[in-house]
C-alpha cells in the first residue's frame, strides 16, 4: 500500500484519495522572467515521476502547474529590454516547456496563466473581505494574520515568536506598508497606477503571489483536493499564505489532503546562487549532458533529501543509465536468436526476478523512494547479464519465461521513470528514423488541415515522449 509523508502531519500516511479513482494535483509552478535552473529541474521531474507513478497505481491523475506571467522581476525585466512584459513572460514560458520536454517532464494537463485568472483573484480578495479577513489600505489589500488562527500549522512555527524573520522576510514579499495593521500580514493585492495593471473596485493593481495560486486551484478543483506540492523553499510563507486564504473561504475545512514538497539543490555542497557564479540553466546543462543522465541523476536521490549537483555525479548516472539501457537491449538481442521452440524454464532466475519487483515497488510505495527503487533494478542488471553469458558458454540454459516477464518489468519501469530505456541512440540508424519521421510530421500536418486536432495532437505528444519537441508555427 502506498504510503506517503505529509508536510502538514510530518509524518508518513497511507495514501488514499479524496474521491473514487481521481486525484487533483496541483504543483506551484515558474516565473517566468529568465530561463529555468536545474532547481526547477529537480522538482519538476520528481513531481512527473510522482504522477507517472500515480498513474501506474490505477488512478486517473489531473496535474496542473501555474504559471506566474505577471512579477515584479518579469516587469523589471521588460523595462530594460524595453519591451512589453507579455512578450518577456511568453519568451521564458515558450523555453520553459521545451527545457520541459526535454527532461520527459511531459504529465502536466494544464499550466493556467495568472493573467487568465485576475477575475477570479478579484472574487476571492472580496469574499476574504466579506468574512472579515482581510482589508484595504492606500496601498492594497491585505490578509490580516491574526484572524485566522491556525497560521503556522504547515510550516509548525509560532509567528508571534518569529517578528525578526518576519522583518527580514516581510510575508507578501513586496515592499513594507506602514498603514497595514500588523507586520505579519500579507498583501492580497498591490495598488498601482503603474503599467501592466487591472481594473478593480479598488483601483488599478497587481495581484500579489499567494492569491494566484488559490483562485487558480479553487477554479480548477474547488476548494478542496488530493495533493499540493513545490519546493521546500516555498513552505513559508507561500504556502502558509495559501492555507489561510483558501480555509479562510471554506470555514477552515483542509484545504490539501497531502503536501509534498522537494529538497533543495546544491552545486558541489553550496547552495546555488547567481552571486557565487554556480547558477546553472536546465539549457547549459543540456549542452553538454543528456537529458536522461540529468533525469535519472535527480531520480536517484529519495524527492524529500537534499540533492548534491557534480560533475562526478553526473559521470554515475550516466554509466547508469548506459548500463541499463545496454543491458535491456542485449536481453532483446539475445531474445530474437533464441528458439522459441524450447520450453526450459530456470526458477531460480524467475524467484530472483520476482524478488527484485516485489523489493522495486515496495520501495516506490515507501514514500516514492526511487533512490532504493533504482538501486535493485540497476543490481539486477547483474542477474540478467550472468544469465545471457552462462547460456553463451551453454546453451541449454535458457529461460524464455524469464526474458519476457523480465522485458515486462522493464517495461513497467520505463513507463515510471521516462528514461528512454528502450530507445537507441538516435545517431545509430538516422537514415530509416529520419524518414519515419518525416512520414509522421507530413501526416500530422494533413491532419491540422483537416481540423482532425485530437488525432494530430496525439501524434505530436507521441513524438515528445521521444524527447523531440515540435513546434507549431
Same mark, same amino acid.
Given at each position: 500500500?502506498?504510503?506517503?509523508?505529509?508536510?502538514?502531519?510530518?509524518?508518513?500516511?497511507?495514501?488514499?484519495?479524496?474521491?473514487?479513482?481521481?486525484?487533483?494535483?496541483?504543483?506551484?509552478?515558474?516565473?517566468?522572467?529568465?530561463?529555468?535552473?536545474?532547481?526547477?529541474?529537480?522538482?519538476?521531474?520528481?513531481?512527473?515521476?510522482?504522477?507517472?507513478?500515480?498513474?501506474?497505481?490505477?488512478?486517473?491523475?489531473?496535474?496542473?502547474?501555474?504559471?506566474?506571467?505577471?512579477?515584479?522581476?518579469?516587469?523589471?525585466?521588460?523595462?530594460?529590454?524595453?519591451?512589453?512584459?507579455?512578450?518577456?513572460?511568453?519568451?521564458?514560458?515558450?523555453?520553459?516547456?521545451?527545457?520541459?520536454?526535454?527532461?520527459?517532464?511531459?504529465?502536466?494537463?494544464?499550466?493556467?496563466?495568472?493573467?487568465?485568472?485576475?477575475?477570479?483573484?478579484?472574487?476571492?480578495?472580496?469574499?476574504?473581505?466579506?468574512?472579515?479577513?482581510?482589508?484595504?489600505?492606500?496601498?492594497?489589500?491585505?490578509?490580516?494574520?491574526?484572524?485566522?488562527?491556525?497560521?503556522?500549522?504547515?510550516s509548525n512555527q509560532d509567528l508571534n515568536k518569529q517578528k525578526s524573520r518576519l522583518q527580514n522576510e516581510n510575508l507578501e514579499t513586496h515592499s513594507f506598508d506602514s498603514n497595514k495593521k500588523n507586520i505579519k500580514d500579507f498583501a492580497l493585492w498591490k495598488k498601482t497606477e503603474e503599467e501592466p495593471n487591472?481594473?478593480?473596485?479598488?483601483?488599478?493593481?497587481?495581484?500579489?503571489?499567494?492569491?494566484?495560486?488559490?483562485?487558480?486551484?479553487?477554479?480548477?478543483?474547488?476548494?478542496?483536493?488530493?495533493?499540493?506540492?513545490?519546493?521546500?523553499?516555498?513552505?513559508?510563507?507561500?504556502?502558509?499564505?495559501?492555507?489561510?486564504?483558501?480555509?479562510?473561504?471554506?470555514?477552515?475545512?483542509?484545504?490539501?489532503?497531502?503536501?509534498?514538497?522537494?529538497?533543495?539543490?546544491?552545486?558541489?555542497?553550496?547552495?546555488?546562487?547567481?552571486?557565487?557564479?554556480?547558477?546553472?540553466?536546465?539549457?547549459?546543462?543540456?549542452?553538454?549532458?543528456?537529458?536522461?543522465?540529468?533525469?535519472?541523476?535527480?531520480?536517484?536521490?529519495?524527492?524529500?533529501?537534499?540533492?548534491?549537483?557534480?560533475?562526478?555525479?553526473?559521470?554515475?548516472?550516466?554509466?547508469?543509465?548506459?548500463?541499463?539501457?545496454?543491458?535491456?537491449?542485449?536481453?532483446?538481442?539475445?531474445?530474437?536468436?533464441?528458439?522459441?521452440?524450447?520450453?526450459?524454464?530456470?526458477?531460480?532466475?524467475?524467484?530472483?526476478?520476482?524478488?527484485?519487483? %516485489?523489493? &522495486?515497488?515496495? @520501495?516506490?510505495?515507501? $514514500?516514492?523512494?526511487?533512490?532504493?527503487? /533504482?538501486?535493485? =533494478? +540497476?543490481?539486477? *542488471?547483474?542477474?540478467?547479464?550472468?544469465?545471457?553469458?552462462?547460456?553463451?558458454?551453454?546453451?541449454?540454459?535458457?529461460?524464455?519465461?524469464?526474458?519476457?516477464?523480465?522485458?515486462?518489468?522493464?517495461?513497467?519501469?520505463?513507463?515510471?521513470?521516462?528514461? %528512454?530505456? &528502450?530507445?537507441? @541512440?538516435?545517431?545509430? $540508424?538516422?537514415?530509416?528514423?529520419?524518414? /519515419?519521421?518525416? =512520414? +509522421?510530421?507530413? *501526416?500530422?500536418?494533413?491532419?491540422?488541415?483537416?481540423?482532425?486536432?485530437?488525432?494530430?495532437?496525439?501524434?505530436?505528444?507521441?513524438?515528445?515522449?521521444?524527447?523531440?519537441?515540435?513546434?507549431?508555427?
Open positions: 500500500m502506498l504510503e506517503i509523508y505529509n508536510t502538514m502531519t510530518r509524518e508518513k500516511e497511507l495514501f488514499k484519495s479524496r474521491g473514487n479513482n481521481r486525484i487533483n494535483f496541483f504543483v506551484c509552478g515558474p516565473t517566468v522572467y529568465e530561463d529555468a535552473h536545474i532547481g526547477h529541474g529537480r522538482t519538476y521531474v520528481a513531481f512527473d515521476l510522482i504522477k507517472r507513478y500515480l498513474e501506474y497505481k490505477g488512478y486517473a491523475v489531473f496535474l496542473i502547474e501555474n504559471i506566474t506571467d505577471v512579477d515584479d522581476k518579469i516587469i523589471q525585466k521588460s523595462k530594460e529590454k524595453e519591451i512589453d512584459f507579455k512578450s518577456i513572460s511568453n519568451y521564458y514560458e515558450k523555453r520553459f516547456k521545451e527545457d520541459m520536454d526535454l527532461l520527459n517532464v511531459n504529465s502536466v494537463n494544464a499550466y493556467p496563466k495568472t493573467t487568465d485568472y485576475i477575475n477570479e483573484m478579484l472574487d476571492q480578495i472580496q469574499r476574504l473581505i466579506d468574512k472579515g479577513y482581510a482589508y484595504e489600505t492606500s496601498e492594497g489589500i491585505y490578509f490580516e494574520v491574526s484572524k485566522f488562527s491556525d497560521f503556522g500549522k504547515l487591472f481594473d478593480s473596485k479598488w483601483g488599478k493593481g497587481r495581484p500579489a503571489w499567494h492569491i494566484e495560486d488559490t483562485a487558480i486551484t479553487e477554479e480548477f478543483f474547488g476548494q478542496q483536493y488530493d495533493i499540493h506540492g513545490g519546493g521546500l523553499d516555498l513552505i513559508f510563507p507561500h504556502h502558509e499564505a495559501e492555507v489561510a486564504q483558501m480555509e479562510a473561504l471554506s470555514n477552515k475545512k483542509p484545504m490539501v489532503k497531502y503536501w509534498m514538497h522537494t529538497g533543495f539543490l546544491n552545486v558541489n555542497g553550496v547552495k546555488m546562487s547567481k552571486s557565487l557564479n554556480n547558477f546553472i540553466t536546465i539549457r547549459d546543462l543540456l549542452e553538454k549532458w543528456d537529458p536522461m543522465v540529468f533525469r535519472l541523476f535527480v531520480l536517484s536521490t529519495h524527492y524529500r533529501t537534499r540533492i548534491d549537483f557534480s560533475e562526478k555525479s553526473l559521470d554515475q548516472a550516466e554509466k547508469n543509465l548506459k548500463r541499463l539501457k545496454n543491458t535491456i537491449q542485449k536481453l532483446i538481442d539475445f531474445k530474437k536468436d533464441l528458439d522459441i521452440e524450447d520450453k526450459l524454464e530456470n526458477n531460480e532466475l524467475l524467484d530472483k526476478l520476482y524478488e527484485v519487483k %516485489n523489493n &522495486f515497488f515496495k @520501495d516506490m510505495d515507501d $514514500d516514492i523512494n526511487t533512490s532504493k527503487a /533504482l538501486a535493485d =533494478i +540497476l543490481n539486477f *542488471t547483474k542477474v540478467i547479464n550472468g544469465f545471457i553469458s552462462e547460456h553463451e558458454s551453454n546453451p541449454n540454459k535458457n529461460s524464455l519465461k524469464f526474458i519476457n516477464e523480465t522485458l515486462a518489468f522493464y517495461e513497467d519501469v520505463e513507463s515510471i521513470f521516462k528514461l %528512454n530505456l &528502450f530507445y537507441q @541512440d538516435l545517431k545509430e $540508424d538516422k537514415g530509416d528514423y529520419d524518414d /519515419l519521421l518525416k =512520414i +509522421l510530421l507530413e *501526416t500530422r500536418d494533413k491532419l491540422r488541415q483537416e481540423k482532425n486536432y485530437e488525432l494530430s495532437d496525439y501524434i505530436r505528444d507521441k513524438i515528445n515522449d521521444l524527447g523531440i519537441s515540435i513546434e507549431d508555427k
